[in-house]
């Protein structure tokens, strides 16, 4: 498997044995690491979801990780502006390599009880002012493939991920682009574990949707990814 695949950590991820399960990802060839920004459990509202600050330490702490860290992405709606920089964006861009991208909320999976409404693009323009990203650096990139978000990438040279479905879409827009070079994120897709054979160009990053129901399933899917 290229070295672009990537996993999502699961919102149960650290509930059982979770150093055990890194151990397990940083014998294989993972790229990144991504955790979610979600109020809301996507695969069973009925469970818990982890803590991104607290989750981004045990990373960090763990100390035989071979990977980078990233979130997928960061819900820029979701907190006072200055909490979101204070609390999150700056600490991660402390991170070596981090990988952040960037949304404006899901209403499936979003407890929308408390939200703001932010310019996304203005967002950007401050990040892009603070910090130095590159496509082998610090990567900035968009979750989401709407008209607004690709008219951002293509302002801004910034990455940008799609959730599942189809990539002909994004390999396309991807191709329509006339600075491919100096894109300062990578271009990926969300894939399920059992969709290792999508065909995405070799720049592209696969992120591959992690569950652990249990152990076995857990190690069933890694296997199924990386072998």
Same mark, same amino acid.
């Given at each position: 498997m290229s070295n672009n695949s990537s996993v999502l950590l699961p919102g149960t991820f650290f509930?059982?044995?979770?150093?055990?399960?890194?151990?397990?990802?940083?014998?294989?060839?993972?790229?990144?690491?991504?955790?979610?920004?979600?109020?809301?459990?996507?695969?069973?509202?009925?469970?818990?979801?982890?803590?991104?600050?607290?989750? !981004?330490? *045990?990373?960090?702490?763990?100390? /035989? #990780?071979?990977f980078n860290l990233g979130l997928c992405v960061?819900?820029? =709606?979701?907190?006072?502006?200055?909490?979101?920089?204070?609390?999150?964006?700056?600490?991660m861009m402390e991170i070596e390599n981090f990988k952040l991208g960037l949304g404006t909320g899901d209403k499936k999976y979003e407890n929308r009880n408390t939200k703001y409404s932010y310019d996304l693009d203005q967002i950007i323009h401050e990040l892009i002012n603070l910090y130095t990203f590159s496509s082998k650096g610090k990567n !900035?990139? *968009?979750?989401?493939?709407?008209? /607004? #978000?690709?008219?951002l990438v293509r302002k801004y040279s910034i990455g940008i =991920?799609?959730?599942?479905?189809?990539?002909?879409?994004?390999?396309?827009?991807?191709?329509?682009?006339?600075q491919k070079q100096s894109l300062v994120g990578k271009f990926s897709q969300c894939l399920k574990p059992s969709n290792t054979e999508v065909n995405l160009p070799k720049n592209f990053e696969k992120i591959f949707i992690l569950k652990d129901s249990n152990l076995g399933k857990f190690y069933s899917d890694v296997d199924k990814i990386f072998s």
């Open positions: 509930e059982q044995e979770y150093k055990r399960k890194l151990e397990y990802l940083s014998r294989n060839n993972v790229n990144c690491v991504y955790l979610y920004d979600h109020s809301v459990n996507p695969s069973d509202n009925q469970k818990t979801v982890y803590k991104i600050k607290k989750s !981004l330490s *045990l990373l960090q702490e763990y100390e /035989n #990780k071979n960061l819900n820029i =709606n979701s907190r006072k502006k200055d909490l979101l920089f204070s609390n999150f964006i700056n600490p !900035l990139f *968009l979750g989401g493939t709407s008209k /607004n #978000k690709k008219e =991920n799609q959730w599942l479905g189809s990539s002909k879409d994004l390999i396309s827009f991807y191709k329509s682009l006339h």
